[in-house]
């Protein structure tokens, strides 16, 4: 068995578009399946970090807006805060953010939500029941939607190799804690020097595990992680807004994929012939959009692909990018003709690790038959 993959190429001219082959793919996906009379249809995106000009442009993100309102849905452009501090780690710099690289109304045609509101403290917790989380704390917008279409730019990414689909839903729907379960096994730590003993962690905390010092009767002092008590869920790092407690980075390539998969999987339960993606293979860039710049291209713009199944879709775009050779003008100078580009700019890090699992959860299959629409 194999899931279809739908595959437009770049090539335009006076009788057809990119625009009109987004269309196409559409159709030919049965994307306007997914959605109902009425329904609330999240379309999930990257925004871009500042400074970044490979996010996917915002007239295509119209047009996905428009087929989905014709199909008699209510679309909405969304994404959650990030863990890190830039122009996306709240909803208020999240949303100028969106602006700024041209999702308004006027543009877009439909409001931006973002996910996880307005500090990220907006989520839902699902029950999952897996290897890494019981449960996974994903973006009340998007759970909420009656449907999802994911919308995502592939490209490097310095964690997971490459950031697609799983990346998009999984990491890029979970809320700021939810992103700091992902990114880190450690249990938080607070700095003393930086602490100002405001309580603001103090009250956040789901297992009562902070206390203060009491260095002094009149002096609270700094306030301390009791780690016997801790469950690692995070919410005091993305609450603190004096730096006292840093976000952790620090998991192993292969169990943030999985737990990327988890969140995938737990965002998409619920969604049961109601989820589809597209994604954009062009300006494939070594280093993924939540980067303040971006670097050339490593191979030739490719296509755009759509399907009804996450994992395929992202293998398809892996191995569109493998049969590629790759620019010299770009970070795969010397590494050309590598049959894996992913590995060779990446060379830790196992991608296939994030669709391997991904399928053993069933979210879908690596086995696709690549459909093209011209
Ligand atoms: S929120 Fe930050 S500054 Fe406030 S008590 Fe906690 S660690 Fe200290
Ligand atoms: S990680 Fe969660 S449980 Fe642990 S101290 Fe912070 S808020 Fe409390």
Redesign the pocket.
């Known amino acids: 068995m194999a899931a279809k993959v739908y595959f437009a190429d770049m090539r335009s001219n006076e009788k057809q578009s990119l625009l009109d082959k987004v269309g196409k793919l559409y159709r030919r996906t049965g994307i306007g399946s997914i959605v109902a009379k009425n329904d609330l249809v999240a379309v999930k995106l990257h925004f871009g970090e500042r400074g970044n000009t490979t996010y996917i442009r915002p007239q295509f993100i119209r047009r996905l807006v428009d087929l989905i309102r014709n199909s008699g849905g209510k679309p909405f452009l969304t994404d959650a805060n990030t863990l890190y501090v830039g122009g996306r780690s709240n909803a208020v710099d999240h949303l100028e953010t969106a602006v700024l690289h041209g999702f308004d109304y006027a543009v877009a045609g439909a409001p931006v939500i973002i996910a996880d509101g307005l500090t990220g403290k907006d989520y839902v917790e699902v029950p999952v029941d897996l290897k890494h989380f019981k449960t996974v704390k994903i973006g009340s917008a998007a759970y909420h939607a009656d449907a999802l279409l994911v919308v995502s730019h592939f490209k490097g990414h310095i964690a997971t190799a490459f950031g697609g689909v799983l990346k998009n839903v999984g990491m890029g729907l979970g809320s700021r804690s939810g992103k700091q379960m992902m990114h880190s096994d450690l249990l938080p730590e607070?700095s003393p020097e930086k602490?100002?003993?405001?309580?603001?962690?103090?009250r956040w905390c789901p297992a009562g595990a902070i206390s203060f010092t009491r260095e002094q009767p009149d002096n609270p002092g700094?306030?301390r992680i009791d780690a016997s008590k801790c469950l690692g869920c995070g919410e005091?790092t993305v609450?603190?807004t004096?730096g006292?407690?840093a976000s952790n980075w620090k998991t192993e390539p292969d169990i943030m994929q999985e737990k990327i998969a988890e969140y995938s999987w737990g965002v998409l339960k619920d969604k049961k012939g109601k989820a589809a993606f597209i994604t954009f293979l062009n300006n494939v860039t070594p280093d993924c959009d939540c980067c303040g710049w971006s670097e050339a291209p490593i191979v030739p713009d490719i296509g755009i692909l759509a399907s009804r199944d996450p994992i395929a879709l992202d293998q398809a775009c892996v191995d569109l990018v493998n049969g590629e050779r790759g620019l010299s003008a770009s970070r795969m100078a010397g590494h050309e003709d590598s049959p894996d580009k992913f590995r060779a700019l990446f060379p830790n890090v196992d991608w296939s690790r994030q669709l391997a699992y991904g399928e053993e959860l069933g979210l879908g299959i690596r086995q696709y038959q690549l459909v093209r629409v011209k």
């Open positions: 607070i602490c100002r003993s405001c309580g603001r962690c103090m700094p306030a005091c609450t603190c004096h006292a407690i």
